[in-house]
């Protein structure tokens, strides 16, 4: 396990009122959520995690890096995946995920200390999650994640095939994106991409990516 996770500016301002804020706003049940990709996207989430996990057993053990209140926790739970885990930095959103979420084993903390030993889980992931962490600390949650990871890293996060800064909220420094699957696979060599769908918004010119990356040693 890796030491103390350092307190930075974007911990302190989401472990704050404006996490809370960004939690009442991004609380959904599976149905929710499905409905809100399928507006954004044109598909179901249901449908994406299909796609990406089919293959994957149905007890193989997740790990979600900010699960927030579990909406996808919950999802993965409704189709079937019975061994699930999730840790959430926001103790608001915490608190609140321990209510929606049975059988499921949560813990607050930070993705740049993660308290589980290496290669803890089968799959490790993020949503929404990489975007929101500065880009000096960026290699170090990438680290971690990896680290807990014993075959497969998955995420979906905002696309950019370069870094970019976007306000968020008429704040800054909260919210970036960038092409996060070759960053992973520029810092780890043994990562080898097994699917990757790009996903463009049906209202906007912006993009999302969705990644499924496994070790090959």
Known sequence: MSSASPETAQSATWKGQFGRDYTDRNTWDPV???ALYLKNYGISRRALNHD????????TSFLEVGCNTGNQLLL???MGFSNLSGIELQPYAFALAQKRLARVSLALGSVLSLPYEDASFNVVFT???????SPDDLPRALDEIYRCSSCYIWGLEYFSST???????????LLWK?????RYLERFKDLE??????LPYLQS?????????KKTL
């Open 193 to 198: 991409l097994v699917r990757e769908q790009r």
């Open 163 to 173: 870094e970019v800064e976007i306000p968020y909220r008429n704040h800054s420094h």
């Open 205 to 213: 010119d912006n993009q999302d990516t969705v990644f499924l990356l």
């Open 127 to 133: 949503s929404g999650v990489l975007i929101h962490i």
């Open 76 to 78: 993965l739970q409704a």
């Open 52 to 59: 990406f996990l089919h293959d994957i057993p149905k007890d």
């Open 32 to 34: 929710e959520l499905d």
């Open 178 to 182: 960038m092409d996060y699957a070759r």
